[in-house]
């Protein structure tokens, strides 16, 4: 496990203290990229690559976050009743996990659902009772 959010910092500031330059851009086809005058780019398209490129092996998982506020105590995670908690500097995640690894796969779906979360809350909360 590793602190996703805290690696993409630092990543972005080296990147950026070694001259490099962020610039969002929306591409709608592949051939909007021959109108980029950059020879390096780093392609961030995550789920959109899907679309942008036709590539039907990207395939969406869902998954609602709860966010605790952080307990520097806690240098731990767990898995209980379907839900994961994993400790972190920047707070507590917890996610329903399901029965099983295919537990949102293929669903595109992105409404938030805060009762999915509270629910995974609750259900951490019972290991700790």
Not at 6 to 24: D, K, N, Y
Not at 49 to 64: F, H, M, N, T, Y
Not at 83 to 98: F, L, N
């Amino acid at each position: 496990m590793f602190n996703i959010s805290e690696l993409g910092r630092v990543l972005t500031e080296e990147f950026l203290q070694a001259g490099g330059r962020i610039e969002t851009m929306e591409f709608h086809t592949p051939a909007d990229l021959s109108k980029l005058k950059q020879k390096v780019v780093i392609n961030c398209t995550g789920y959109g690559a899907r679309a942008l490129w036709k590539d039907e092996s990207v395939v969406p998982v869902r998954g609602q976050i709860a966010w605790l506020i952080p307990q520097p105590e806690a240098s731990y995670g767990i898995v209980y009743d379907n839900v994961s908690m994993i400790a972190r500097r920047d707070g507590i995640v917890i996610q329903q996990t399901g029965p099983d690894e295919s537990w949102g796969y293929n669903d595109p779906n992105e409404t938030v659902d805060r009762e999915e979360a509270m629910g995974a809350v609750a259900s951490i909360a019972r290991a700790y009772a």
